[in-house]
C-alpha cells in the first residue's frame, strides 16, 4: 500500500531511512517539544484570532513567549498573519493549510494522551501553565 505524497515547504520526498533516526520524525519531535506550540495550534483550530484572542486562547502564557512562538510556527508556514486595516492595525493569526493538516496527527496525539498519559502529564513532563516557563 502506498500514501500519498503530499509536498510540504522544506520536506524531502522519499521513505524514511531504514537506519538511524528520520529527518522528518526528528522535525516533527523538535516542534512539538518546543513549549506551547501544540497548545497555539490547537486554539488556532477554534478559528483567526489576534493577540489578545490568542492570550485568553492559551491562558498562562506570556506575552513574550506567545509572541516568539507565533513568529515562529509563522516562519514555518503552519500559521499565517494577516494585518487588518483600521486606526489602530491588529494582526489576525489563522492556522496555514500546513497547518490545518498538522491538526489530524495532533488529535490523535490527544486521543492517545487522554487515554495512556497520566493527568498531570506524567512524572518527568511538566505542563504548560504549571509555574515552569520554558526557556528562551
Known sequence: MTTPHHPQPGH???????????PAITR?????STHWNGLILMALAKGPADFAGMRERVPGISDRVL????????AIDL??????????????????PHGKAFLVPLAILF???????PE???PD????????????
Open 12 to 22: 524531502r520526498s522519499g521513505h524514511p531511512r531504514s537506519t538511524g533516526t528520520s
Open 28 to 32: 516533527t519531535f523538535a516542534l512539538l
Open 67 to 74: 509572541a516568539l512562538r507565533l513568529r515562529e510556527l509563522t
Open 79 to 96: 500559521v499565517t498573519q494577516d494585518v487588518l486595516p483600521g486606526l489602530s492595525s491588529r494582526t489576525r493569526y489563522a492556522l496555514s
Open 111 to 117: 486521543l492517545w494522551a487522554e487515554d495512556h498519559l
Open 120 to 122: 498531570g502529564g506524567g
Open 125 to 136: 513532563l511538566p505542563c504548560p501553565g504549571d509555574g515552569h516557563e520554558p526557556v528562551p
